[in-house]
Nanobody, 120 residues
Framework: QVQLVESGGGLVQAGGSLRLSCAAS????????MGWFRQAPGKERELVAR???????DYTDSVKGRFAISRDDAKNTVYLQMNSLKPEDTAVYFC??????????????WGQGTQVTVSS
């Protein structure tokens, strides 16, 4: 059974930082691309960052230069370092795997999500 468990969300002031973690089990982690999506209230789930097996990385334009995705295959964990946070980054952040693409339907496995709230 595949499990993706996110952690690290919370409440932070604008300009602050958070580091999200996603621990994976039940999958061949080193053979899967990983990604982070987010969903704000009343909005569609959107891609934040994704990392391919070969290391190629994509970010949505609004987080470029502020967020960084990384992975530790020895720990079966993917991270999202978020710096210079803005109120518009407020959302539930989801870890995903088992696919590749820029839309949620492209992925098979999802975590339960972790809330990130940025106050102004």
């Amino acid at each position: 059974q595949v499990q993706l468990v996110e952690s690290g969300g919370g409440l932070v002031q604008a300009g602050g930082s958070l580091r999200l973690s996603c621990a994976a089990s039940g999958i061949s982690f080193s053979h899967n691309a990983m990604g982070w999506f987010r969903q704000a209230p009343g909005k569609e789930r959107e891609l934040v960052a994704r990392m391919a097996l070969g290391g190629a990385i994509d970010y949505t334009d609004s987080v470029k230069g502020r967020f960084a995705i990384s992975r530790d295959d020895a720990k079966n964990t993917v991270y999202l370092q978020m710096n210079s946070l803005k109120p518009e980054d407020t959302a539930v952040y989801f870890c995903t795997s088992g696919g590749w693409g820029v839309v949620p339907a492209a992925y098979h496995f999802w975590g339960q999500g972790t809330q990130v709230t940025v106050s102004s």
